[in-house]
């Protein structure tokens, strides 16, 4: 079963705009990571924010993190055409190890 | 590091038949993981691996199939009498226990289409 659901599933906006994606999810974490998929590719690690983290930045990507919502948000700023992907988040609970359950994804497209 | 390598990238096999992949994890990552992808949805967890120890298994993973890493290094997963609801990308990751970040690193997949 899924633990994230991304939202939108779907966007669509044009070079140099800011995308914002966000995942909701249902039971206590110790993380929550953010992965990159192209189609037929895969996943890619892009940031991991931990359960007492707000907020992290990296590069043009900044994750937020609110846990009393059970949410976090993915922004990507100035977009380009090389972002254009699947976008997962996964949550890590404990468990004796990093399990790591993924959501539905957004798909971004981001137009030239 | 050379990443996660998976083999066959694409196997396309007739119902009834058996099919293997194979996983090479990053070195001396000893956490293993296998997932599964149909299109339009995000990864489902299979099974994972702490060396050569299954520690858990999903209900998805059913009696045909059947996944090993025998000397905690590589890892196979075999499915066998193979169904059309098979078909799917089999997605291998792996990690290092201990590592502050506990990232999980994914392979390229293996794509499957039982026809």
């Known amino acids: 079963s899924q633990q994230g659901e991304e939202d939108p599933q779907a966007l669509s906006i044009q070079e140099g705009e800011n995308a914002t994606m966000n995942c909701s999810y249902k039971?206590?974490?110790?993380?929550l990571q953010w992965y990159r998929q192209n189609s037929g590719r895969g996943l890619v690690h892009l940031i991991l924010?931990?359960?007492?983290?707000r907020e992290k930045h990296s590069g043009r990507l900044r994750v937020t993190l609110d846990t009393s919502k059970k949410s976090s948000s993915l922004l990507i700023t100035a977009s380009r055409a090389a972002d254009t992907a699947s976008y997962f988040c996964a949550t890590g609970v404990s468990g004796g190890y990093q399990k790591v359950t993924f959501g539905t994804g957004t798909k971004l497209q981001v137009i030239p | 590091d050379t990443g996660v390598s998976q083999n066959p990238r694409h196997k396309i096999t007739k119902r009834g038949q058996n099919v293997t992949f194979r996983c090479d994890p990053i070195s001396e990552h000893n956490r293993l993981y296998w997932y599964r992808q149909t299109l339009g949805q995000g990864p489902e967890f299979l099974t994972y691996?702490?060396?050569?120890?299954?520690?858990?298994k999903s209900r998805l993973l059913s009696d045909r199939f059947s996944a090993e890493r025998p000397k905690g290094s590589f890892s196979t997963l075999e499915i066998q009498r193979t169904e059309q609801g098979d078909s799917a990308m089999y997605l291998c990751a792996s990690s290092l226990q201990g590592q502050e970040r506990n990232t999980i690193y994914f392979g390229e997949g293996s794509w499957l289409t039982v026809v």
């Open positions: 691996f702490q060396n050569e120890a299954q520690l858990e």
């Open positions: 924010i931990r359960s007492n983290e």
């Open positions: 039971t206590s974490i110790n993380n």
